[in-house]
């Protein structure tokens, strides 16, 4: 099965940017439209950006519109999540998950790789 392992986290200012990674151990990966993923203590883990297996489209929660950018690389078997302009609220555990179907923001595989934390404080 494929597996799913996220990088890239780590402290930044408000203001600041990060880019996450996140790499697939299967081919598969080049099939699926793919899903960054947050979650915060006590709240549900929500879609926050989305691409289908060709990179034709994208989709954003309205909450990081205009300051993240997913991307990825069917070759390396990898997505991008760059992100800008960060703040505070932006501070959560990022994952990668494949995406059930474009139409539904639910994640294909029940299970999930260790996440990749990210801190926004000054």
């Known amino acids: 099965q494929v597996q799913f392992v996220e990088s890239g986290g780590g402290l930044v200012q408000p203001g600041g940017s990060l880019r996450l990674s996140c790499a697939a151990s299967e081919s598969i990966f080049r099939d699926l439209s793919m899903g960054w993923y947050r979650q915060t203590p006590g709240k549900q883990r929500e879609l926050v950006a989305a691409?289908?297996?060709?990179?034709?489209?994208?989709k954003y929660a309205d909450s990081v519109k205009g300051r993240f950018t997913i991307s990825r690389d069917n070759v390396k078997k990898t997505v991008y999540l760059q992100m800008n302009s960060l703040n505070r609220e932006d501070t959560a555990v990022y994952y990668c998950n494949g995406l059930r179907s474009w139409d539904d923001d639910a994640p294909r595989y029940a299970y999930w790789g260790q996440g990749t934390q990210v801190t926004v404080s000054s």
């Open positions: 691409i289908t297996n060709l990179s034709f489209r994208t």
